[in-house]
Each structure stands twice: as C-alpha cells, then as structure tokens.
C-alpha cells in the first residue's frame, strides 16, 4: 500500500472523530473545519511518521490537539491587535464638530466633501486632488469650483455667514480657500 492510499484510508476511518473533536473545542464551525484541515495537512507533510492502525488515529488526535492549541493562540493575537487597531483609531479619530457649519459640511453629497477635504484638511493643490481622483486638472479644478459653490450656498441657505462661522469653531475650510 503506497503512503497516498494509506493516508486515504486514515482519512476516510477518522475525519469524522476528527471533525467532532474540533466542533467541540472550536467556537464556529468553520474553525474547526480550519482545525481538521490543517490536522490533516499536518499529518500528509509527515506521513511517514504517522503510525499504522489505531495508532494512527491517536496519533492525529495529538496533532489536532497541536494545531488547536496554535488556532487558539492566533485568535488571541488577533483579538489582541484588534482591540489594539480599535483604540489607536479611537483615539486618532477627530472628534465630531458640532458646529453649524460641520452640519452644513456633513450635509453636502459625499463627492463635494471629499474635494473640500482634500483642500482644507489635506492640503492638496488642484494638481494633486487631479492625481487622487484619476481626472485631469481641468476636471479637478472645476469639481472643486463647483463644490465650493454648493458649500457657499449650502451655508447661506442655513443663515450662516460662512466667515465668522468659520473663525468661531474649526474651520472646515480656509477663507482662501472658500472664494
């Protein structure tokens, strides 16, 4: 018997056992699928060292009981980078302007926020905003124009006086940059 068929055979006689090992030790489904999967790939990198008979089946319980024990260690590392990514994002994120002028910007269609930001809060040129949007310069700077005349009329419909809105909280954009 070539060591192709014999795994086949350890495969067809324990995967079931295997599988209900995971199930029982796993916290979804598809990590034990995960788990019986690299068992098994574990077990065919080294076939040759796999015993024959029942043997075999105990022998593949202790490498499932491996690789269930490295599956928990990387759910943990994950958990723990997560929460990590989670607080430096919380942390990173600005804080909600709530300031007339913020409505009036966070009212504005995602396209025309995205040209203003680019502007104020980024610092871009027109030459750059073209390179980030994949348009010309030409495109770019009359989105741009025609972005800041929907914020200024935006603005005016709300009753604010865009300049002294913008010098009494941050600025959502820099009076240059408005006309």
């Known amino acids: 018997m070539t060591d192709e068929d014999e795994f086949a055979a350890v495969y067809a006689a324990t995967y079931k056992a295997l599988l209900a090992y995971a199930l029982r030790r796993c916290d979804t489904p598809e990590d034990a699928a995960d788990v019986v999967a690299e068992t098994f790939a ?38 723990r980078k997560t929460a990590a990514l989670r607080a430096e994002l919380r942390a990173a994120a600005p804080a909600q302007d709530a300031s007339p002028v913020s409505d009036v910007f966070r009212a504005l269609p995602d396209r025309d926020r995205e040209l203003l930001a680019l502007v104020a809060w980024e610092g871009l040129s027109v030459a750059q905003i073209a390179t980030v949007l994949g348009c010309s310069r030409n495109a770019a700077s009359i989105r741009l124009y025609r972005a800041r005349r929907r914020f200024a009329r935006a603005l005016r419909a709300a009753g604010i006086d865009r300049f002294e809105a913008a010098a009494q909280s941050r600025p959502v954009l820099q009076r240059s940059e408005l006309t």
Do not use: F, K, Q
Not at 60 to 73: I, S
């Open 42 to 79: 574990t077990a065919w990198r080294r076939v040759a060292d796999m015993p024959a008979g029942d043997e075999a089946r105990l022998w593949l319980y202790g490498v499932a009981r491996r690789v269930l024990a490295n599956h928990r260690r990387g759910v943990l590392r994950h958990s």
